[in-house]
């Protein structure tokens, strides 16, 4: 009788948190769809909307988005969402980090290639973390890294355009999920497929709809 109640407490607390409005705060069209994804497979429903915030001055994603969605709350007042990304290769200090815009513009990927000539360790990861603040404007906060290795050459795009990121997709080769070992790029059919189980399982936004999913 008592897990029933229990049980009985926890979903009807799970269906509020489905019914009230959660916002994602981004002018990003394809961060909004990637989130609303992950998200609907615990039945949870977000909306879109642009806050103008002060940018950060951190290079950690984590701290980025923490601080975002803080500053979104005391705006808004309602459930949200804020998400950001970095791209870290490890021998170059971790750069771009934050910075993949301004790396693209100033640098592009032929340049980073040449500065990894000779480089024995070719490490590097996405880091990907969301905050969601709830109707209290308590933050918590989920991360996802992607391991991988920056390959020799950028690789073409097989990918159509409004499913690509980021031009360090062409030099990108992720660990998991790859066993033909292609970079982000090339990733098509099959391949995407199985790469995109593995991200939509795992991913920042995954893990907090299983977290709302348990509250």
Same mark, same amino acid.
């Given at each position: 009788?008592?897990?029933?109640?229990? #049980?009985?407490?926890?979903?009807?607390?799970?269906?509020?948190?489905?019914?009230? =409005?959660?916002?994602?705060?981004?002018?990003?069209? =394809?961060?909004?769809? @990637?989130?609303?994804? #992950?998200? &609907?497979?615990?039945?949870?429903? +977000?909306?879109?909307?642009?806050?103008?915030?002060? !940018? &950060? @001055? #951190?290079?950690?994603?984590?701290?980025?988005?923490? $601080?975002?969605?803080?500053?979104?709350?005391?705006?808004?007042?309602?459930?949200?969402?804020? $998400?950001?990304?970095?791209f870290f290769i490890d021998a170059l200090g971790g750069f771009p980090m934050t910075h +993949?815009?301004? &790396?693209?513009?100033?640098?592009?990927?032929?340049?980073?290639l040449k500065a990894m000539a000779g480089e024995k360790n070719r490490h590097a990861e996405?880091?990907?973390?969301?905050?969601?603040? /709830? $109707?209290?404007?308590?933050?918590?906060?989920? !991360?996802? +890294?992607?391991?991988? /290795?920056?390959?020799?050459?950028?690789?073409?795009?097989? @990918?159509?355009? /409004?499913?690509?990121? &980021?031009?360090?997709?062409? +030099?990108?080769?992720?660990?998991?999920?790859?066993? @033909?070992?292609?970079?982000?790029?090339?990733?098509?059919?099959?391949?995407?497929?199985?790469?995109?189980?593995?991200?939509?399982?795992?991913?920042?936004?995954?893990?907090?709809?299983?977290?709302? #999913?348990?509250?």
């Amino acid at each position: 009788a008592v897990w029933s109640v229990f #049980s009985f407490g926890a979903k009807l607390k799970f269906n509020q948190i489905k019914m009230q =409005n959660i916002y994602f705060v981004t002018t990003n069209k =394809n961060k909004f769809e @990637r989130a609303q994804k #992950s998200l &609907s497979e615990f039945g949870i429903k +977000i909306e879109q909307i642009d806050i103008e915030l002060a !940018e &950060s @001055r #951190s290079e950690n994603p984590r701290d980025i988005v923490k $601080e975002k969605a803080e500053q979104a709350f005391q705006k808004l007042q309602k459930p949200l969402i804020v $998400e950001d990304s970095g791209f870290f290769i490890d021998a170059l200090g971790g750069f771009p980090m934050t910075h +993949i815009k301004f &790396s693209l513009t100033t640098l592009g990927i032929g340049k980073i290639l040449k500065a990894m000539a000779g480089e024995k360790n070719r490490h590097a990861e996405w880091r990907m973390a969301a905050a969601y603040v /709830d $109707e209290n404007g308590k933050t918590e906060i989920f !991360e996802f +890294i992607e391991g991988g /290795d920056i390959s020799k050459e950028a690789k073409e795009n097989l @990918r159509s355009s /409004d499913t690509t990121m &980021s031009e360090y997709w062409k +030099i990108f080769v992720p660990t998991e999920a790859n066993p @033909r070992n292609l970079a982000l790029s090339e990733m098509v059919d099959n391949d995407l497929e199985l790469q995109m189980k593995f991200f939509n399982k795992n991913n920042q936004f995954a893990q907090l709809g299983q977290w709302l #999913s348990k509250k």
